[in-house]
């Protein structure tokens, strides 16, 4: 089984090793990319987490409907690892990924699918932010 040095070796990998890695208690890694997104890493042995906070959920309900829509289409056809979610009143897109059999590459497929989606839907959810 993966350990917490392992996943801690794998993030000093990504990106070339240019990824700002910060541990902010044990077990948890703040991340941040060069296109500025945060990424948090979650050593939570049988599984490790990874969590983005992409915005606010809208006040309005009609605009809350429509963007839960365009995430649960998002699910559906465009994200080969993880899934947009709701923590709170706030839009998150989180994977998690079992230990017992990881390895760096599926770590860091895992990392990058969230980075892009984040990257590529941002442009789409923007209308829905109010903050």
């Known amino acids: 089984m993966i350990t917490r040095e392992d996943i801690q070796s794998f993030l000093d990998r990504l990106e070339g090793g240019s990824?700002?890695?910060?541990?902010?208690?044990?077990?948890?890694?703040l991340t941040r990319t060069a296109d500025?997104?945060?990424?948090?890493?979650?050593?939570?042995p049988p599984v490790v987490i990874l969590r983005v906070r992409v915005m606010e959920l809208p006040a309005s309900e009609p605009?809350?409907?429509?963007l839960f829509r365009q995430l649960l289409e998002y699910n559906a056809r465009e994200l080969v690892h993880g899934s947009y979610g709701l923590e709170g009143d706030h839009v998150v897109l989180t994977?998690?990924?079992e230990l017992e059999n990881l390895d760096y590459s599926e770590f860091e497929a895992s990392f990058d699918s969230i980075t892009l989606a984040l990257a590529s839907h941002l442009?789409?959810?923007?209308p829905y932010r109010e903050r």
């Open 95 to 97: 994977d998690t990924l």
């Open 63 to 66: 605009r809350r409907g429509e």
């Open 36 to 44: 500025d997104a945060e990424v948090v890493v979650h050593y939570a």
């Open 123 to 126: 442009g789409a959810l923007a």
């Open 19 to 29: 990824l700002i890695v910060k541990e902010v208690e044990p077990n948890l890694w």
